[in-house]
């Protein structure tokens, strides 16, 4: 009626609030709205009474047992007939999955805006789909110069065709590879990633997307290793190689002897 009590539910309604028919005729519909909820849905519906105009909005409903659904609300004013009252028509329906869908859609993209991680998604032909914020601080390159490209023209020339060979046999059987890259930024800089690359499967393949790779700059811990090792492997006065490294060099002499039966000197 025009004060928001209900005069007739149906069962639907009754299984959305989880309520009896006793329950909920006689009592105001606005009375299992959550109450952060409630005070915005109130003001906003008696606007829509003043006005005589249809109401629609999406809040929180507590049903009966006391747990929380989303609720889709549409009341419309309906005359009387020959009485020239009107009360309203409302129907509700629950989309708790899709506003739970909407909240995972959201966390996913604010991770996928967010993360340190550089990320990369290429469809069937390995064309670049989509990548974000942090692509571009690792790479160099904004979103429009690498849409539509391939995404091998990031590389540095390091790699060679057997490389990348292995890197997509071993992703079409595994659905996943994994390992260093060395790439080149616009300005000719070169910089090396772990990267990682996963097959989209499912239904995400819809949308175009078939591979996602996500990839973190590590050029300076490279740098540090390097350094590390040359220190380890090298004379600190003459910057001569040491015993340390010729014996790693032996036993590779050594070993590659030994199974191709060759002599070395």
Request: include cysteine; aromatic fraction near 10%; charged fraction near 25%.
């Amino acid at each position: 009626d025009t004060q928001g009590l209900c005069i007739y539910v149906n069962e639907h309604w009754l299984n959305i609030c989880g309520l009896s028919e006793e329950q909920a005729l006689g009592a105001g519909w606005l009375q299992s709205v959550h109450t952060p909820d409630r005070a915005r849905v109130e003001q906003q519906w008696q606007l829509a009474m003043q006005a005589r105009t249809r109401y629609a909005d999406e809040f929180r409903y507590e049903r009966g047992d006391g747990k929380l659904v989303w609720v889709l609300a549409r009341i419309a004013p309906e005359l009387v007939s020959g009485s020239g009252n009107f009360g309203y028509v409302g129907t509700l329906t629950e989309i708790t999955d899709l506003k739970n869908a909407e909240g995972r859609l959201r966390l996913a993209e604010s991770v996928f805006s967010n993360t340190q991680e550089g990320i990369v998604v290429t469809d069937r032909d390995n064309l670049i789909v989509d990548v974000n914020p942090a692509f571009t601080a690792i790479t160099g390159y904004r979103p429009h110069e690498v849409m539509g490209k391939d995404l091998r023209f990031l590389g540095s020339g390091r790699h060679d065709a057997e490389f990348f060979q292995v890197l997509w046999q071993q992703l079409e059987n595994d659905g996943r590879w994994e390992g260093e890259v060395w790439n080149r930024r616009p300005d000719g800089s070169v910089y090396v990633v772990w990267l990682s690359i996963s097959a989209i499967s499912g239904e995400a393949t819809e949308t175009g997307g078939r591979h996602v790779a996500t990839f973190i700059d590590i050029t300076q811990r490279k740098e540090i290793e390097e350094l590390l090792r040359h220190r380890a492997q090298s004379d600190p006065l003459t910057d001569l190689p040491n015993r340390t490294l010729f014996y790693d060099r032996l036993q590779v002499a050594l070993a590659q002897a030994r199974r191709y039966g060759n002599e070395f000197a």
